[in-house]
């Protein structure tokens, strides 16, 4: 897969596959900031374009994707971001071989969620060569649009239009596509040599997102140009040390801490995993942070930025998607106590709750082997929820980890406010059954949630089953609607690889409680259709 982005008078590396070049820049700084998390639109009709023009609007080219300045002042409503996609007429993606079309429309609805404001049209190359109506209006919306995405694009006659007819668009980004196609960024074309270190980080961090093949990176890739280009993107603030505010928090109050994680091997390396990746890189900060767990690193961002916050960062959870809680089980009701069951699942006749198949946050979904524990403590209200899992470390090694989060009910049944210490830092997630079905032989959970201090927001689902296999044919039409309230398509998931899962660290604590209203063993899914365990 190639990535078009040029910039001839540097250097190609082989890691920067689906960029044509990998511009290298040096991290110094730390960003104490990437520690964190488990762990945790819209179809156009081409030939009708009502959409509202803007006049000329000033804008200033945010220094850096990783340096965007919080605006502190609002006078009046920010004018939309406009994004125009061309992709190439039948191309398909290397998302299940997903068109690129389909793939495009549906980040545009992502992006949506991010901001309303965010509003991108998609087209296959095909309108390029037509000389009616509908060309003429592309050409419109490219002398207003602030990004042209090009994906996909390899016929000469396509190429040729937009060589011509992009001249005027200060942002252009091209994937997957001919070589001859110029990219530009704040007005910059890469062939002219451009060196700024802001230009360098963005494309860095675009190549190595655009890299990773799923849905959320093809939006965060969109997100990191709109940020550094176009206008500040609240959930990418600027996640970076502040300086002498921060350097003067640390010393000041963790001195200890600072000490004790550069004398210990693992915590040194998760620092210098932590620096090679961008700030706003989930998937790269906590594959880092599980590859070198130490108590001295929970110790560190624990003082750094759970206690003392002296990153001064605040995320929020996610408001979008709202996702609609399962309101019956079996053909009643559902309340409070039979959805804890729901997540109880099959804790008592197996060793676990529930298993893992698929998922879809590439951060904090595609663990092998993962495990869930749902369980009710020995207090009268108290819940709790403990994933089991492995991780491939950076080093080659495969090794267990294990979460505890605290589990609260919501105002509404199904759905539920977690809470979990990881590594230092707290990260709290709204949680909602979206379905399961009545033999329990499989279940959807969504969840959104935030790491305030570490400035990091995210979504995600999991597809469980007692046994870690895919749910039967019968099941595809429901699932495929419960996948579908929460905004996701089945070819998002990564598939939970449940090969190799030997003596996972399983157990709950002595005079723990399970189910309350509910019951199933092996033996009523064997006989509705499931696999025998």
């Not at 990535?3 to 511009?23: D, E, M, N």
């Not at 016929?155 to 937009?162: L, Y």
């Not at 609260?408 to 049944?413: D, I, L, N, Q, V």
Request: charged share 25%.
């Amino acid at each position: 897969m190639t990535i078009s982005l040029k910039a001839l008078s540097l250097p190609v590396s082989r890691a920067s596959a689906h960029f044509s070049t990998r511009f290298i820049t040096p991290r110094v700084a730390f960003s104490p900031a990437n520690f964190h998390r488990k762990l945790r639109t819209s179809i156009i009709d081409d030939t009708n374009f009502s959409r509202r023009r803007v006049g000329s609007r000033a804008r200033n080219v945010v220094q850096s994707v990783l340096e965007t300045e919080k605006s502190t002042k609002t006078e009046k409503p920010e004018s939309p971001v406009r994004l125009v996609a061309l992709v190439g007429k039948g191309e398909v993606s290397p998302l299940k071989s997903t068109s690129w079309n389909e793939v495009m429309l549906h980040t545009a609805r992502r992006l949506k969620w991010v901001d309303e404001g965010y509003e991108m049209l998609v087209f296959d190359d095909d309108i390029l060569r037509s000389s009616d109506q509908r060309a003429m209006n592309l050409k419109q919306e490219l002398n207003q649009t602030d990004i042209l995405v090009v994906v996909a694009v390899n016929n000469s006659e396509s190429v040729k239009w937009i060589q011509t007819n992009s001249n005027n668009i200060k942002n252009v980004i091209c994937f997957e596509s001919s070589p001859d196609l110029m990219n530009r960024l704040g007005g910059t074309d890469f062939r002219s040599g451009n060196k700024e270190k802001e230009a360098t980080e963005v494309v860095k961090t675009v190549g190595d997102a655009w890299e990773r093949r799923n849905s959320d990176d093809i939006r965060f890739c969109l997100l990191v140009i709109i940020n550094a280009y176009v206008r500040p993107v609240p959930v990418l603030q600027n996640l970076r040390s502040k300086g002498l505010s921060t350097l003067g928090c640390m010393v000041k109050n963790c001195g200890p801490q600072i000490l004790n994680c550069l004398l210990d091997p693992n915590c040194r390396k998760a620092l210098q995993c932590l620096n090679k990746c961008s700030p706003v890189d989930q998937v790269c900060s906590y594959r880092c942070i599980a590859s070198y767990e130490s108590p001295y690193f929970e110790a560190f961002s624990l003082c750094v930025l759970q206690k003392h916050n002296c990153l001064e960062l605040d995320a929020k959870i996610p408001e979008k998607p709202y996702v609609p809680p399962m309101t019956s089980f079996r053909g009643k009701e559902l309340c409070h106590e039979t959805a804890e069951d729901l997540f109880v699942g099959w804790l008592g006749d197996l060793e676990w709750s529930w298993r893992v198949v698929a998922g879809q946050n590439p951060a904090y979904d595609q663990f092998p082997c993962q495990y869930q524990l749902f369980y009710r403590g020995k207090g009268k209200s108290s819940f709790w929820y403990e994933p089991v899992f492995q991780v491939r470390t950076l080093e080659g090694k495969l090794v267990w980890r294990r979460r505890r989060y605290s589990v609260k009910r919501g105002k509404t049944p199904a759905t539920f406010r977690l809470s979990v210490l990881d590594n230092g830092v707290v990260s709290n997630e709204f949680w909602t059954i979206v379905d399961v079905s009545d033999d329990l032989s499989w279940g959807l959970f969504h969840y959104n949630g935030a790491a305030r201090v570490a400035g990091q927001s995210y979504t995600g689902a999991v597809l469980v089953t007692p046994d870690g296999s895919y749910p039967e044919e019968k099941e595809r039409e429901r699932l495929q609607s419960a996948l579908e309230r929460c905004g996701i398509k089945e070819w998002e998931l990564f598939a939970v690889d449940n090969c190799s899962c030997e003596n996972p660290p399983l157990g709950i604590p002595e005079g723990s409680r399970l189910h309350s209203k509910i019951s199933i063993t092996k033996e009523q899914y064997s006989v509705q259709g499931g696999i025998e365990m």
